[in-house]
């Protein structure tokens, strides 16, 4: 007898935990050629709320950690992916030696923001000179919740947005890619066997139109990552949305996730803080 194989069940990636969303509903995901690959859970705005509670709960506890620590955890998650680059190169088609070139670039792009952590202070940081009997030390320190929109590459394009996020100590909740989603949620299973502490990274799958607004207007959310929304009109109310409690909004722009990333991605949802001590105290 020939069996049947087991398909996977796509879900979303809340607090650690992969739970089906809690309105039950699912959308069919295809590939370009139009053919089925499977079904992803359909988040609404229940999850995207959840997914903000566990992204706030894992806050002081991330943004705690040494960046040395933050950095080992990125590398660990680098290895992780390097380990199942096959089912990941699957996953994206497109022609094997392409994919395998994406899920290179992945890991080589974890590895480079890794070796970022316990240096973003020194370059983004100051001593400050003053006229006065007093040391002025600034010093970065992280926003706290970022929403994020990503973008349309599921892979090379959502690491690229995601760990400059999480390695400065922010947390994350993020909106899949629409169309591609089924790499993002390879990439939670990843990012829960790396040491990456539940509810830092989370991750929604499901319509950018429905779960965008409701993340941009939610208070609890201190930034908002816009990649990859492209309607003009969507992203313009999700920004008039943030503006209610001030979050650092990061505009849509086309981007070459191929190019040098440089830090603008890691300093824009830094804050800075200063600090006052007298000299010889």
Request: net charge neutral; proline share 7%; hydrophobic share 45%.
């Amino acid at each position: 007898m020939s069996r049947l194989t087991v398909r996977k069940t796509y879900k979303l990636y809340i607090g650690g935990a992969f739970p089906r969303s809690e309105s039950g509903r699912s959308y069919p995901v295809t590939s370009p050629k139009g053919e089925f690959l499977a079904n992803a859970s359909q988040a609404s705005r229940k999850d995207a709320r959840d997914a903000v509670v566990a992204a706030r709960k894992a806050f002081p506890g991330w943004s705690g950690a040494t960046p040395y620590n933050r950095g080992q955890i990125l590398y660990r998650v680098a290895e992780m992916l390097e380990g199942r680059r096959a089912q990941f190169a699957e996953e994206l088609g497109g022609g094997k030696r392409a994919a395998l070139e994406a899920v290179d670039a992945a890991v080589d792009r974890l590895v480079w923001y890794a070796g970022w952590s316990d240096k973003i202070a020194s370059v983004h940081g100051a001593a400050n000179p003053v006229a006065g009997p007093y040391f002025n030390l600034s010093s970065p320190e992280p926003t706290g919740v970022v929403a994020i929109v990503a973008p349309a590459d599921p892979l090379l394009g959502l690491v690229s947005v995601v760990a400059p996020v999480i390695v400065t100590g922010n947390t994350c909740v993020v909106v899949a890619s629409e169309p591609s989603p089924l790499a993002s949620i390879t990439l939670a299973e990843v990012l829960a066997t790396s040491d990456l502490p539940g509810g830092v990274v989370n991750v929604l799958t499901g319509r950018q139109a429905e779960l965008a607004p409701w993340l941009a207007s939610h208070m609890d959310v201190n930034g908002l990552d816009l990649t990859g929304v492209t309607d003009a009109d969507l992203a313009l109310r999700c920004e008039q949305a943030a503006a209610e409690n001030l979050k650092r909004v990061l505009r849509p722009a086309q981007e070459d996730w191929t190019a040098d990333p440089g830090i603008r991605r890691m300093t824009r949802f830094l804050e800075t803080k200063t600090v006052w001590h007298p000299v010889g105290i």
